[in-house]
């Protein structure tokens, strides 16, 4: 019997303790205040969102009707910002970082931590935090908004992991990797040629009713009438190429490039007399490679057969590609000739 007072004792004591702490002095309370209003879900407002880290990295994502550009000058990518508004309309905070360790926490985003500012069409802010590392289970990342006095472990409901890597401040996360993206009726050439056969080289042109195709080289006899049909078809891979990655920035970079022989160009102009030219530059086979390029499917050659080197944007960028993409565009002449 004893026993059982001194447990419901102990359990009065507890629960006292609590309401002291986090109801009897609402102004100290750690939830329930503005001090964890770290999600901002009306985001359809959200106009403007800014990324800064303590080593002077910076990006600014700017919405214009349904496109997002970053740092105002390249089209961001998509689905990563579509996956920070989530974030930022779902994300709650988890609970509050013991005294002990609350300082020290404080240091780390003085430090390293992440600024986020986010403003409407207007100008006006909507929110401002800092975005810390991640917690010691891993479930969630510290964050403290402006002004507030709490550090809070902040997470998505569900959701298994930490949020910091959505907060990227390194511009290769956010800029969008699109080579080319035109549809078809936009087109009104394409130009390829082929480094290694000028046999292969060709001019697509597109007309109101038809297509006309001119080989590049002399030498070049066509036996039977063009595929229209195939023509329409080959228009199709222009929409939505990507490039894997950049490689701006990369030290000797064009040592690299001007060591790498020709793979061949590509140029393509638009209704709208927009032109834009990719040049390819073959990959030497490297620790990264998988499997080796056979010329003709039969003769290895001692390049990479997955992937090549493609510079565009008036040579401002530098890029690895996918063969396995980009062989759909360099196709030959030939193959418009037969079924």
């Given at each position: 019997m004893r026993k059982n007072i001194w447990y419901v004792v102990a359990l009065l004591a507890v629960l006292l303790g609590i309401?002291?702490?986090?109801?009897?002095?609402?102004?100290?309370?750690?939830?329930?205040?503005?001090?964890?209003?770290?999600s901002y879900t009306d985001t359809a407002s959200i106009y403007s969102i800014f990324l800064a880290d303590r080593k002077g990295n910076k990006i600014h994502l700017q919405r214009a009707g349904n496109i997002w550009t970053v740092n105002?000058?390249?089209?961001?990518?998509?689905?990563?910002?579509?996956?920070?508004?989530?974030?930022?309309?779902?994300?709650?905070?988890?609970?509050?970082i013991p005294k002990i360790k609350h300082n020290d926490i404080v240091k780390g985003l003085a430090g390293?931590?992440?600024?986020?500012?986010?403003?409407?069409?207007?100008?006006?802010?909507?929110?401002?935090f800092y975005m810390g590392g991640?917690?010691?289970?891993?479930?969630?990342?510290?964050?403290?908004?402006?002004?507030?006095?709490?550090?809070?472990v902040v997470n998505m409901l569900g959701f298994n992991?930490?949020?910091?890597?959505?907060?990227?401040?390194?511009?290769?996360?956010?800029?969008?990797?699109?080579?080319?993206?035109?549809?078809?009726?936009?087109?009104?050439?394409?130009?390829?040629?082929?480094?290694?056969?000028?046999?292969?080289?060709?001019?697509?042109e597109q007309t109101k009713d038809s297509f006309l195709l001119k080989p590049l080289a002399k030498k070049f006899v066509a036996t039977t009438p063009m595929i229209q049909g195939k023509a329409k078809s080959y228009l199709d891979f222009f929409k939505f190429?990507?490039?894997?990655?950049?490689?701006?920035?990369?030290?000797?970079?064009?040592?690299?490039?001007?060591?790498?022989?020709?793979?061949?160009?590509?140029?393509?102009e638009l209704n709208d007399n927009n032109r834009q030219h990719v040049r390819l530059f073959w990959m030497y086979m490297n620790k990264r490679s998988k499997n080796v390029y056979?010329?003709?499917?039969?003769?290895?050659?001692?390049?990479?057969?997955?992937?090549?080197?493609?510079?565009?944007?008036?040579?401002?960028?530098?890029?690895?590609?996918?063969?396995g993409i980009f062989n759909k565009i360099t196709r030959k002449a030939i193959e418009f000739y037969h079924r």
């Open positions: 309401y002291a702490v986090y109801f009897r002095n609402p102004s100290e309370s750690v939830f329930g205040n503005k001090e964890d209003q770290f105002e000058k390249y089209q961001a990518m998509a689905p990563n910002v579509n996956d920070i508004l989530r974030v930022i309309a779902t994300q709650k905070a988890m609970y509050p390293s931590g992440i600024k986020v500012e986010l403003y409407n069409e207007h100008g006006e802010q909507l929110r401002v991640v917690a010691d289970d891993n479930q969630g990342s510290y964050m403290l908004l402006e002004g507030a006095q709490h550090v809070y992991g930490y949020l910091t890597p959505y907060y990227s401040t390194m511009i290769e996360d956010w800029r969008s990797r699109i080579v080319f993206d035109a549809l078809p009726h936009q087109i009104k050439s394409v130009t390829v040629l082929d480094a290694s056969d000028s046999l292969a080289s060709f001019k697509l190429v990507n490039c894997e990655g950049y490689l701006n920035g990369l030290p000797k970079l064009d040592s690299l490039i001007s060591s790498a022989p020709p793979k061949g160009d590509i140029y393509l056979k010329e003709n499917g039969k003769d290895p050659l001692p390049y990479d057969g997955d992937r090549c080197y493609a510079v565009f944007n008036k040579d401002a960028d530098t890029a690895i590609i996918q063969l």
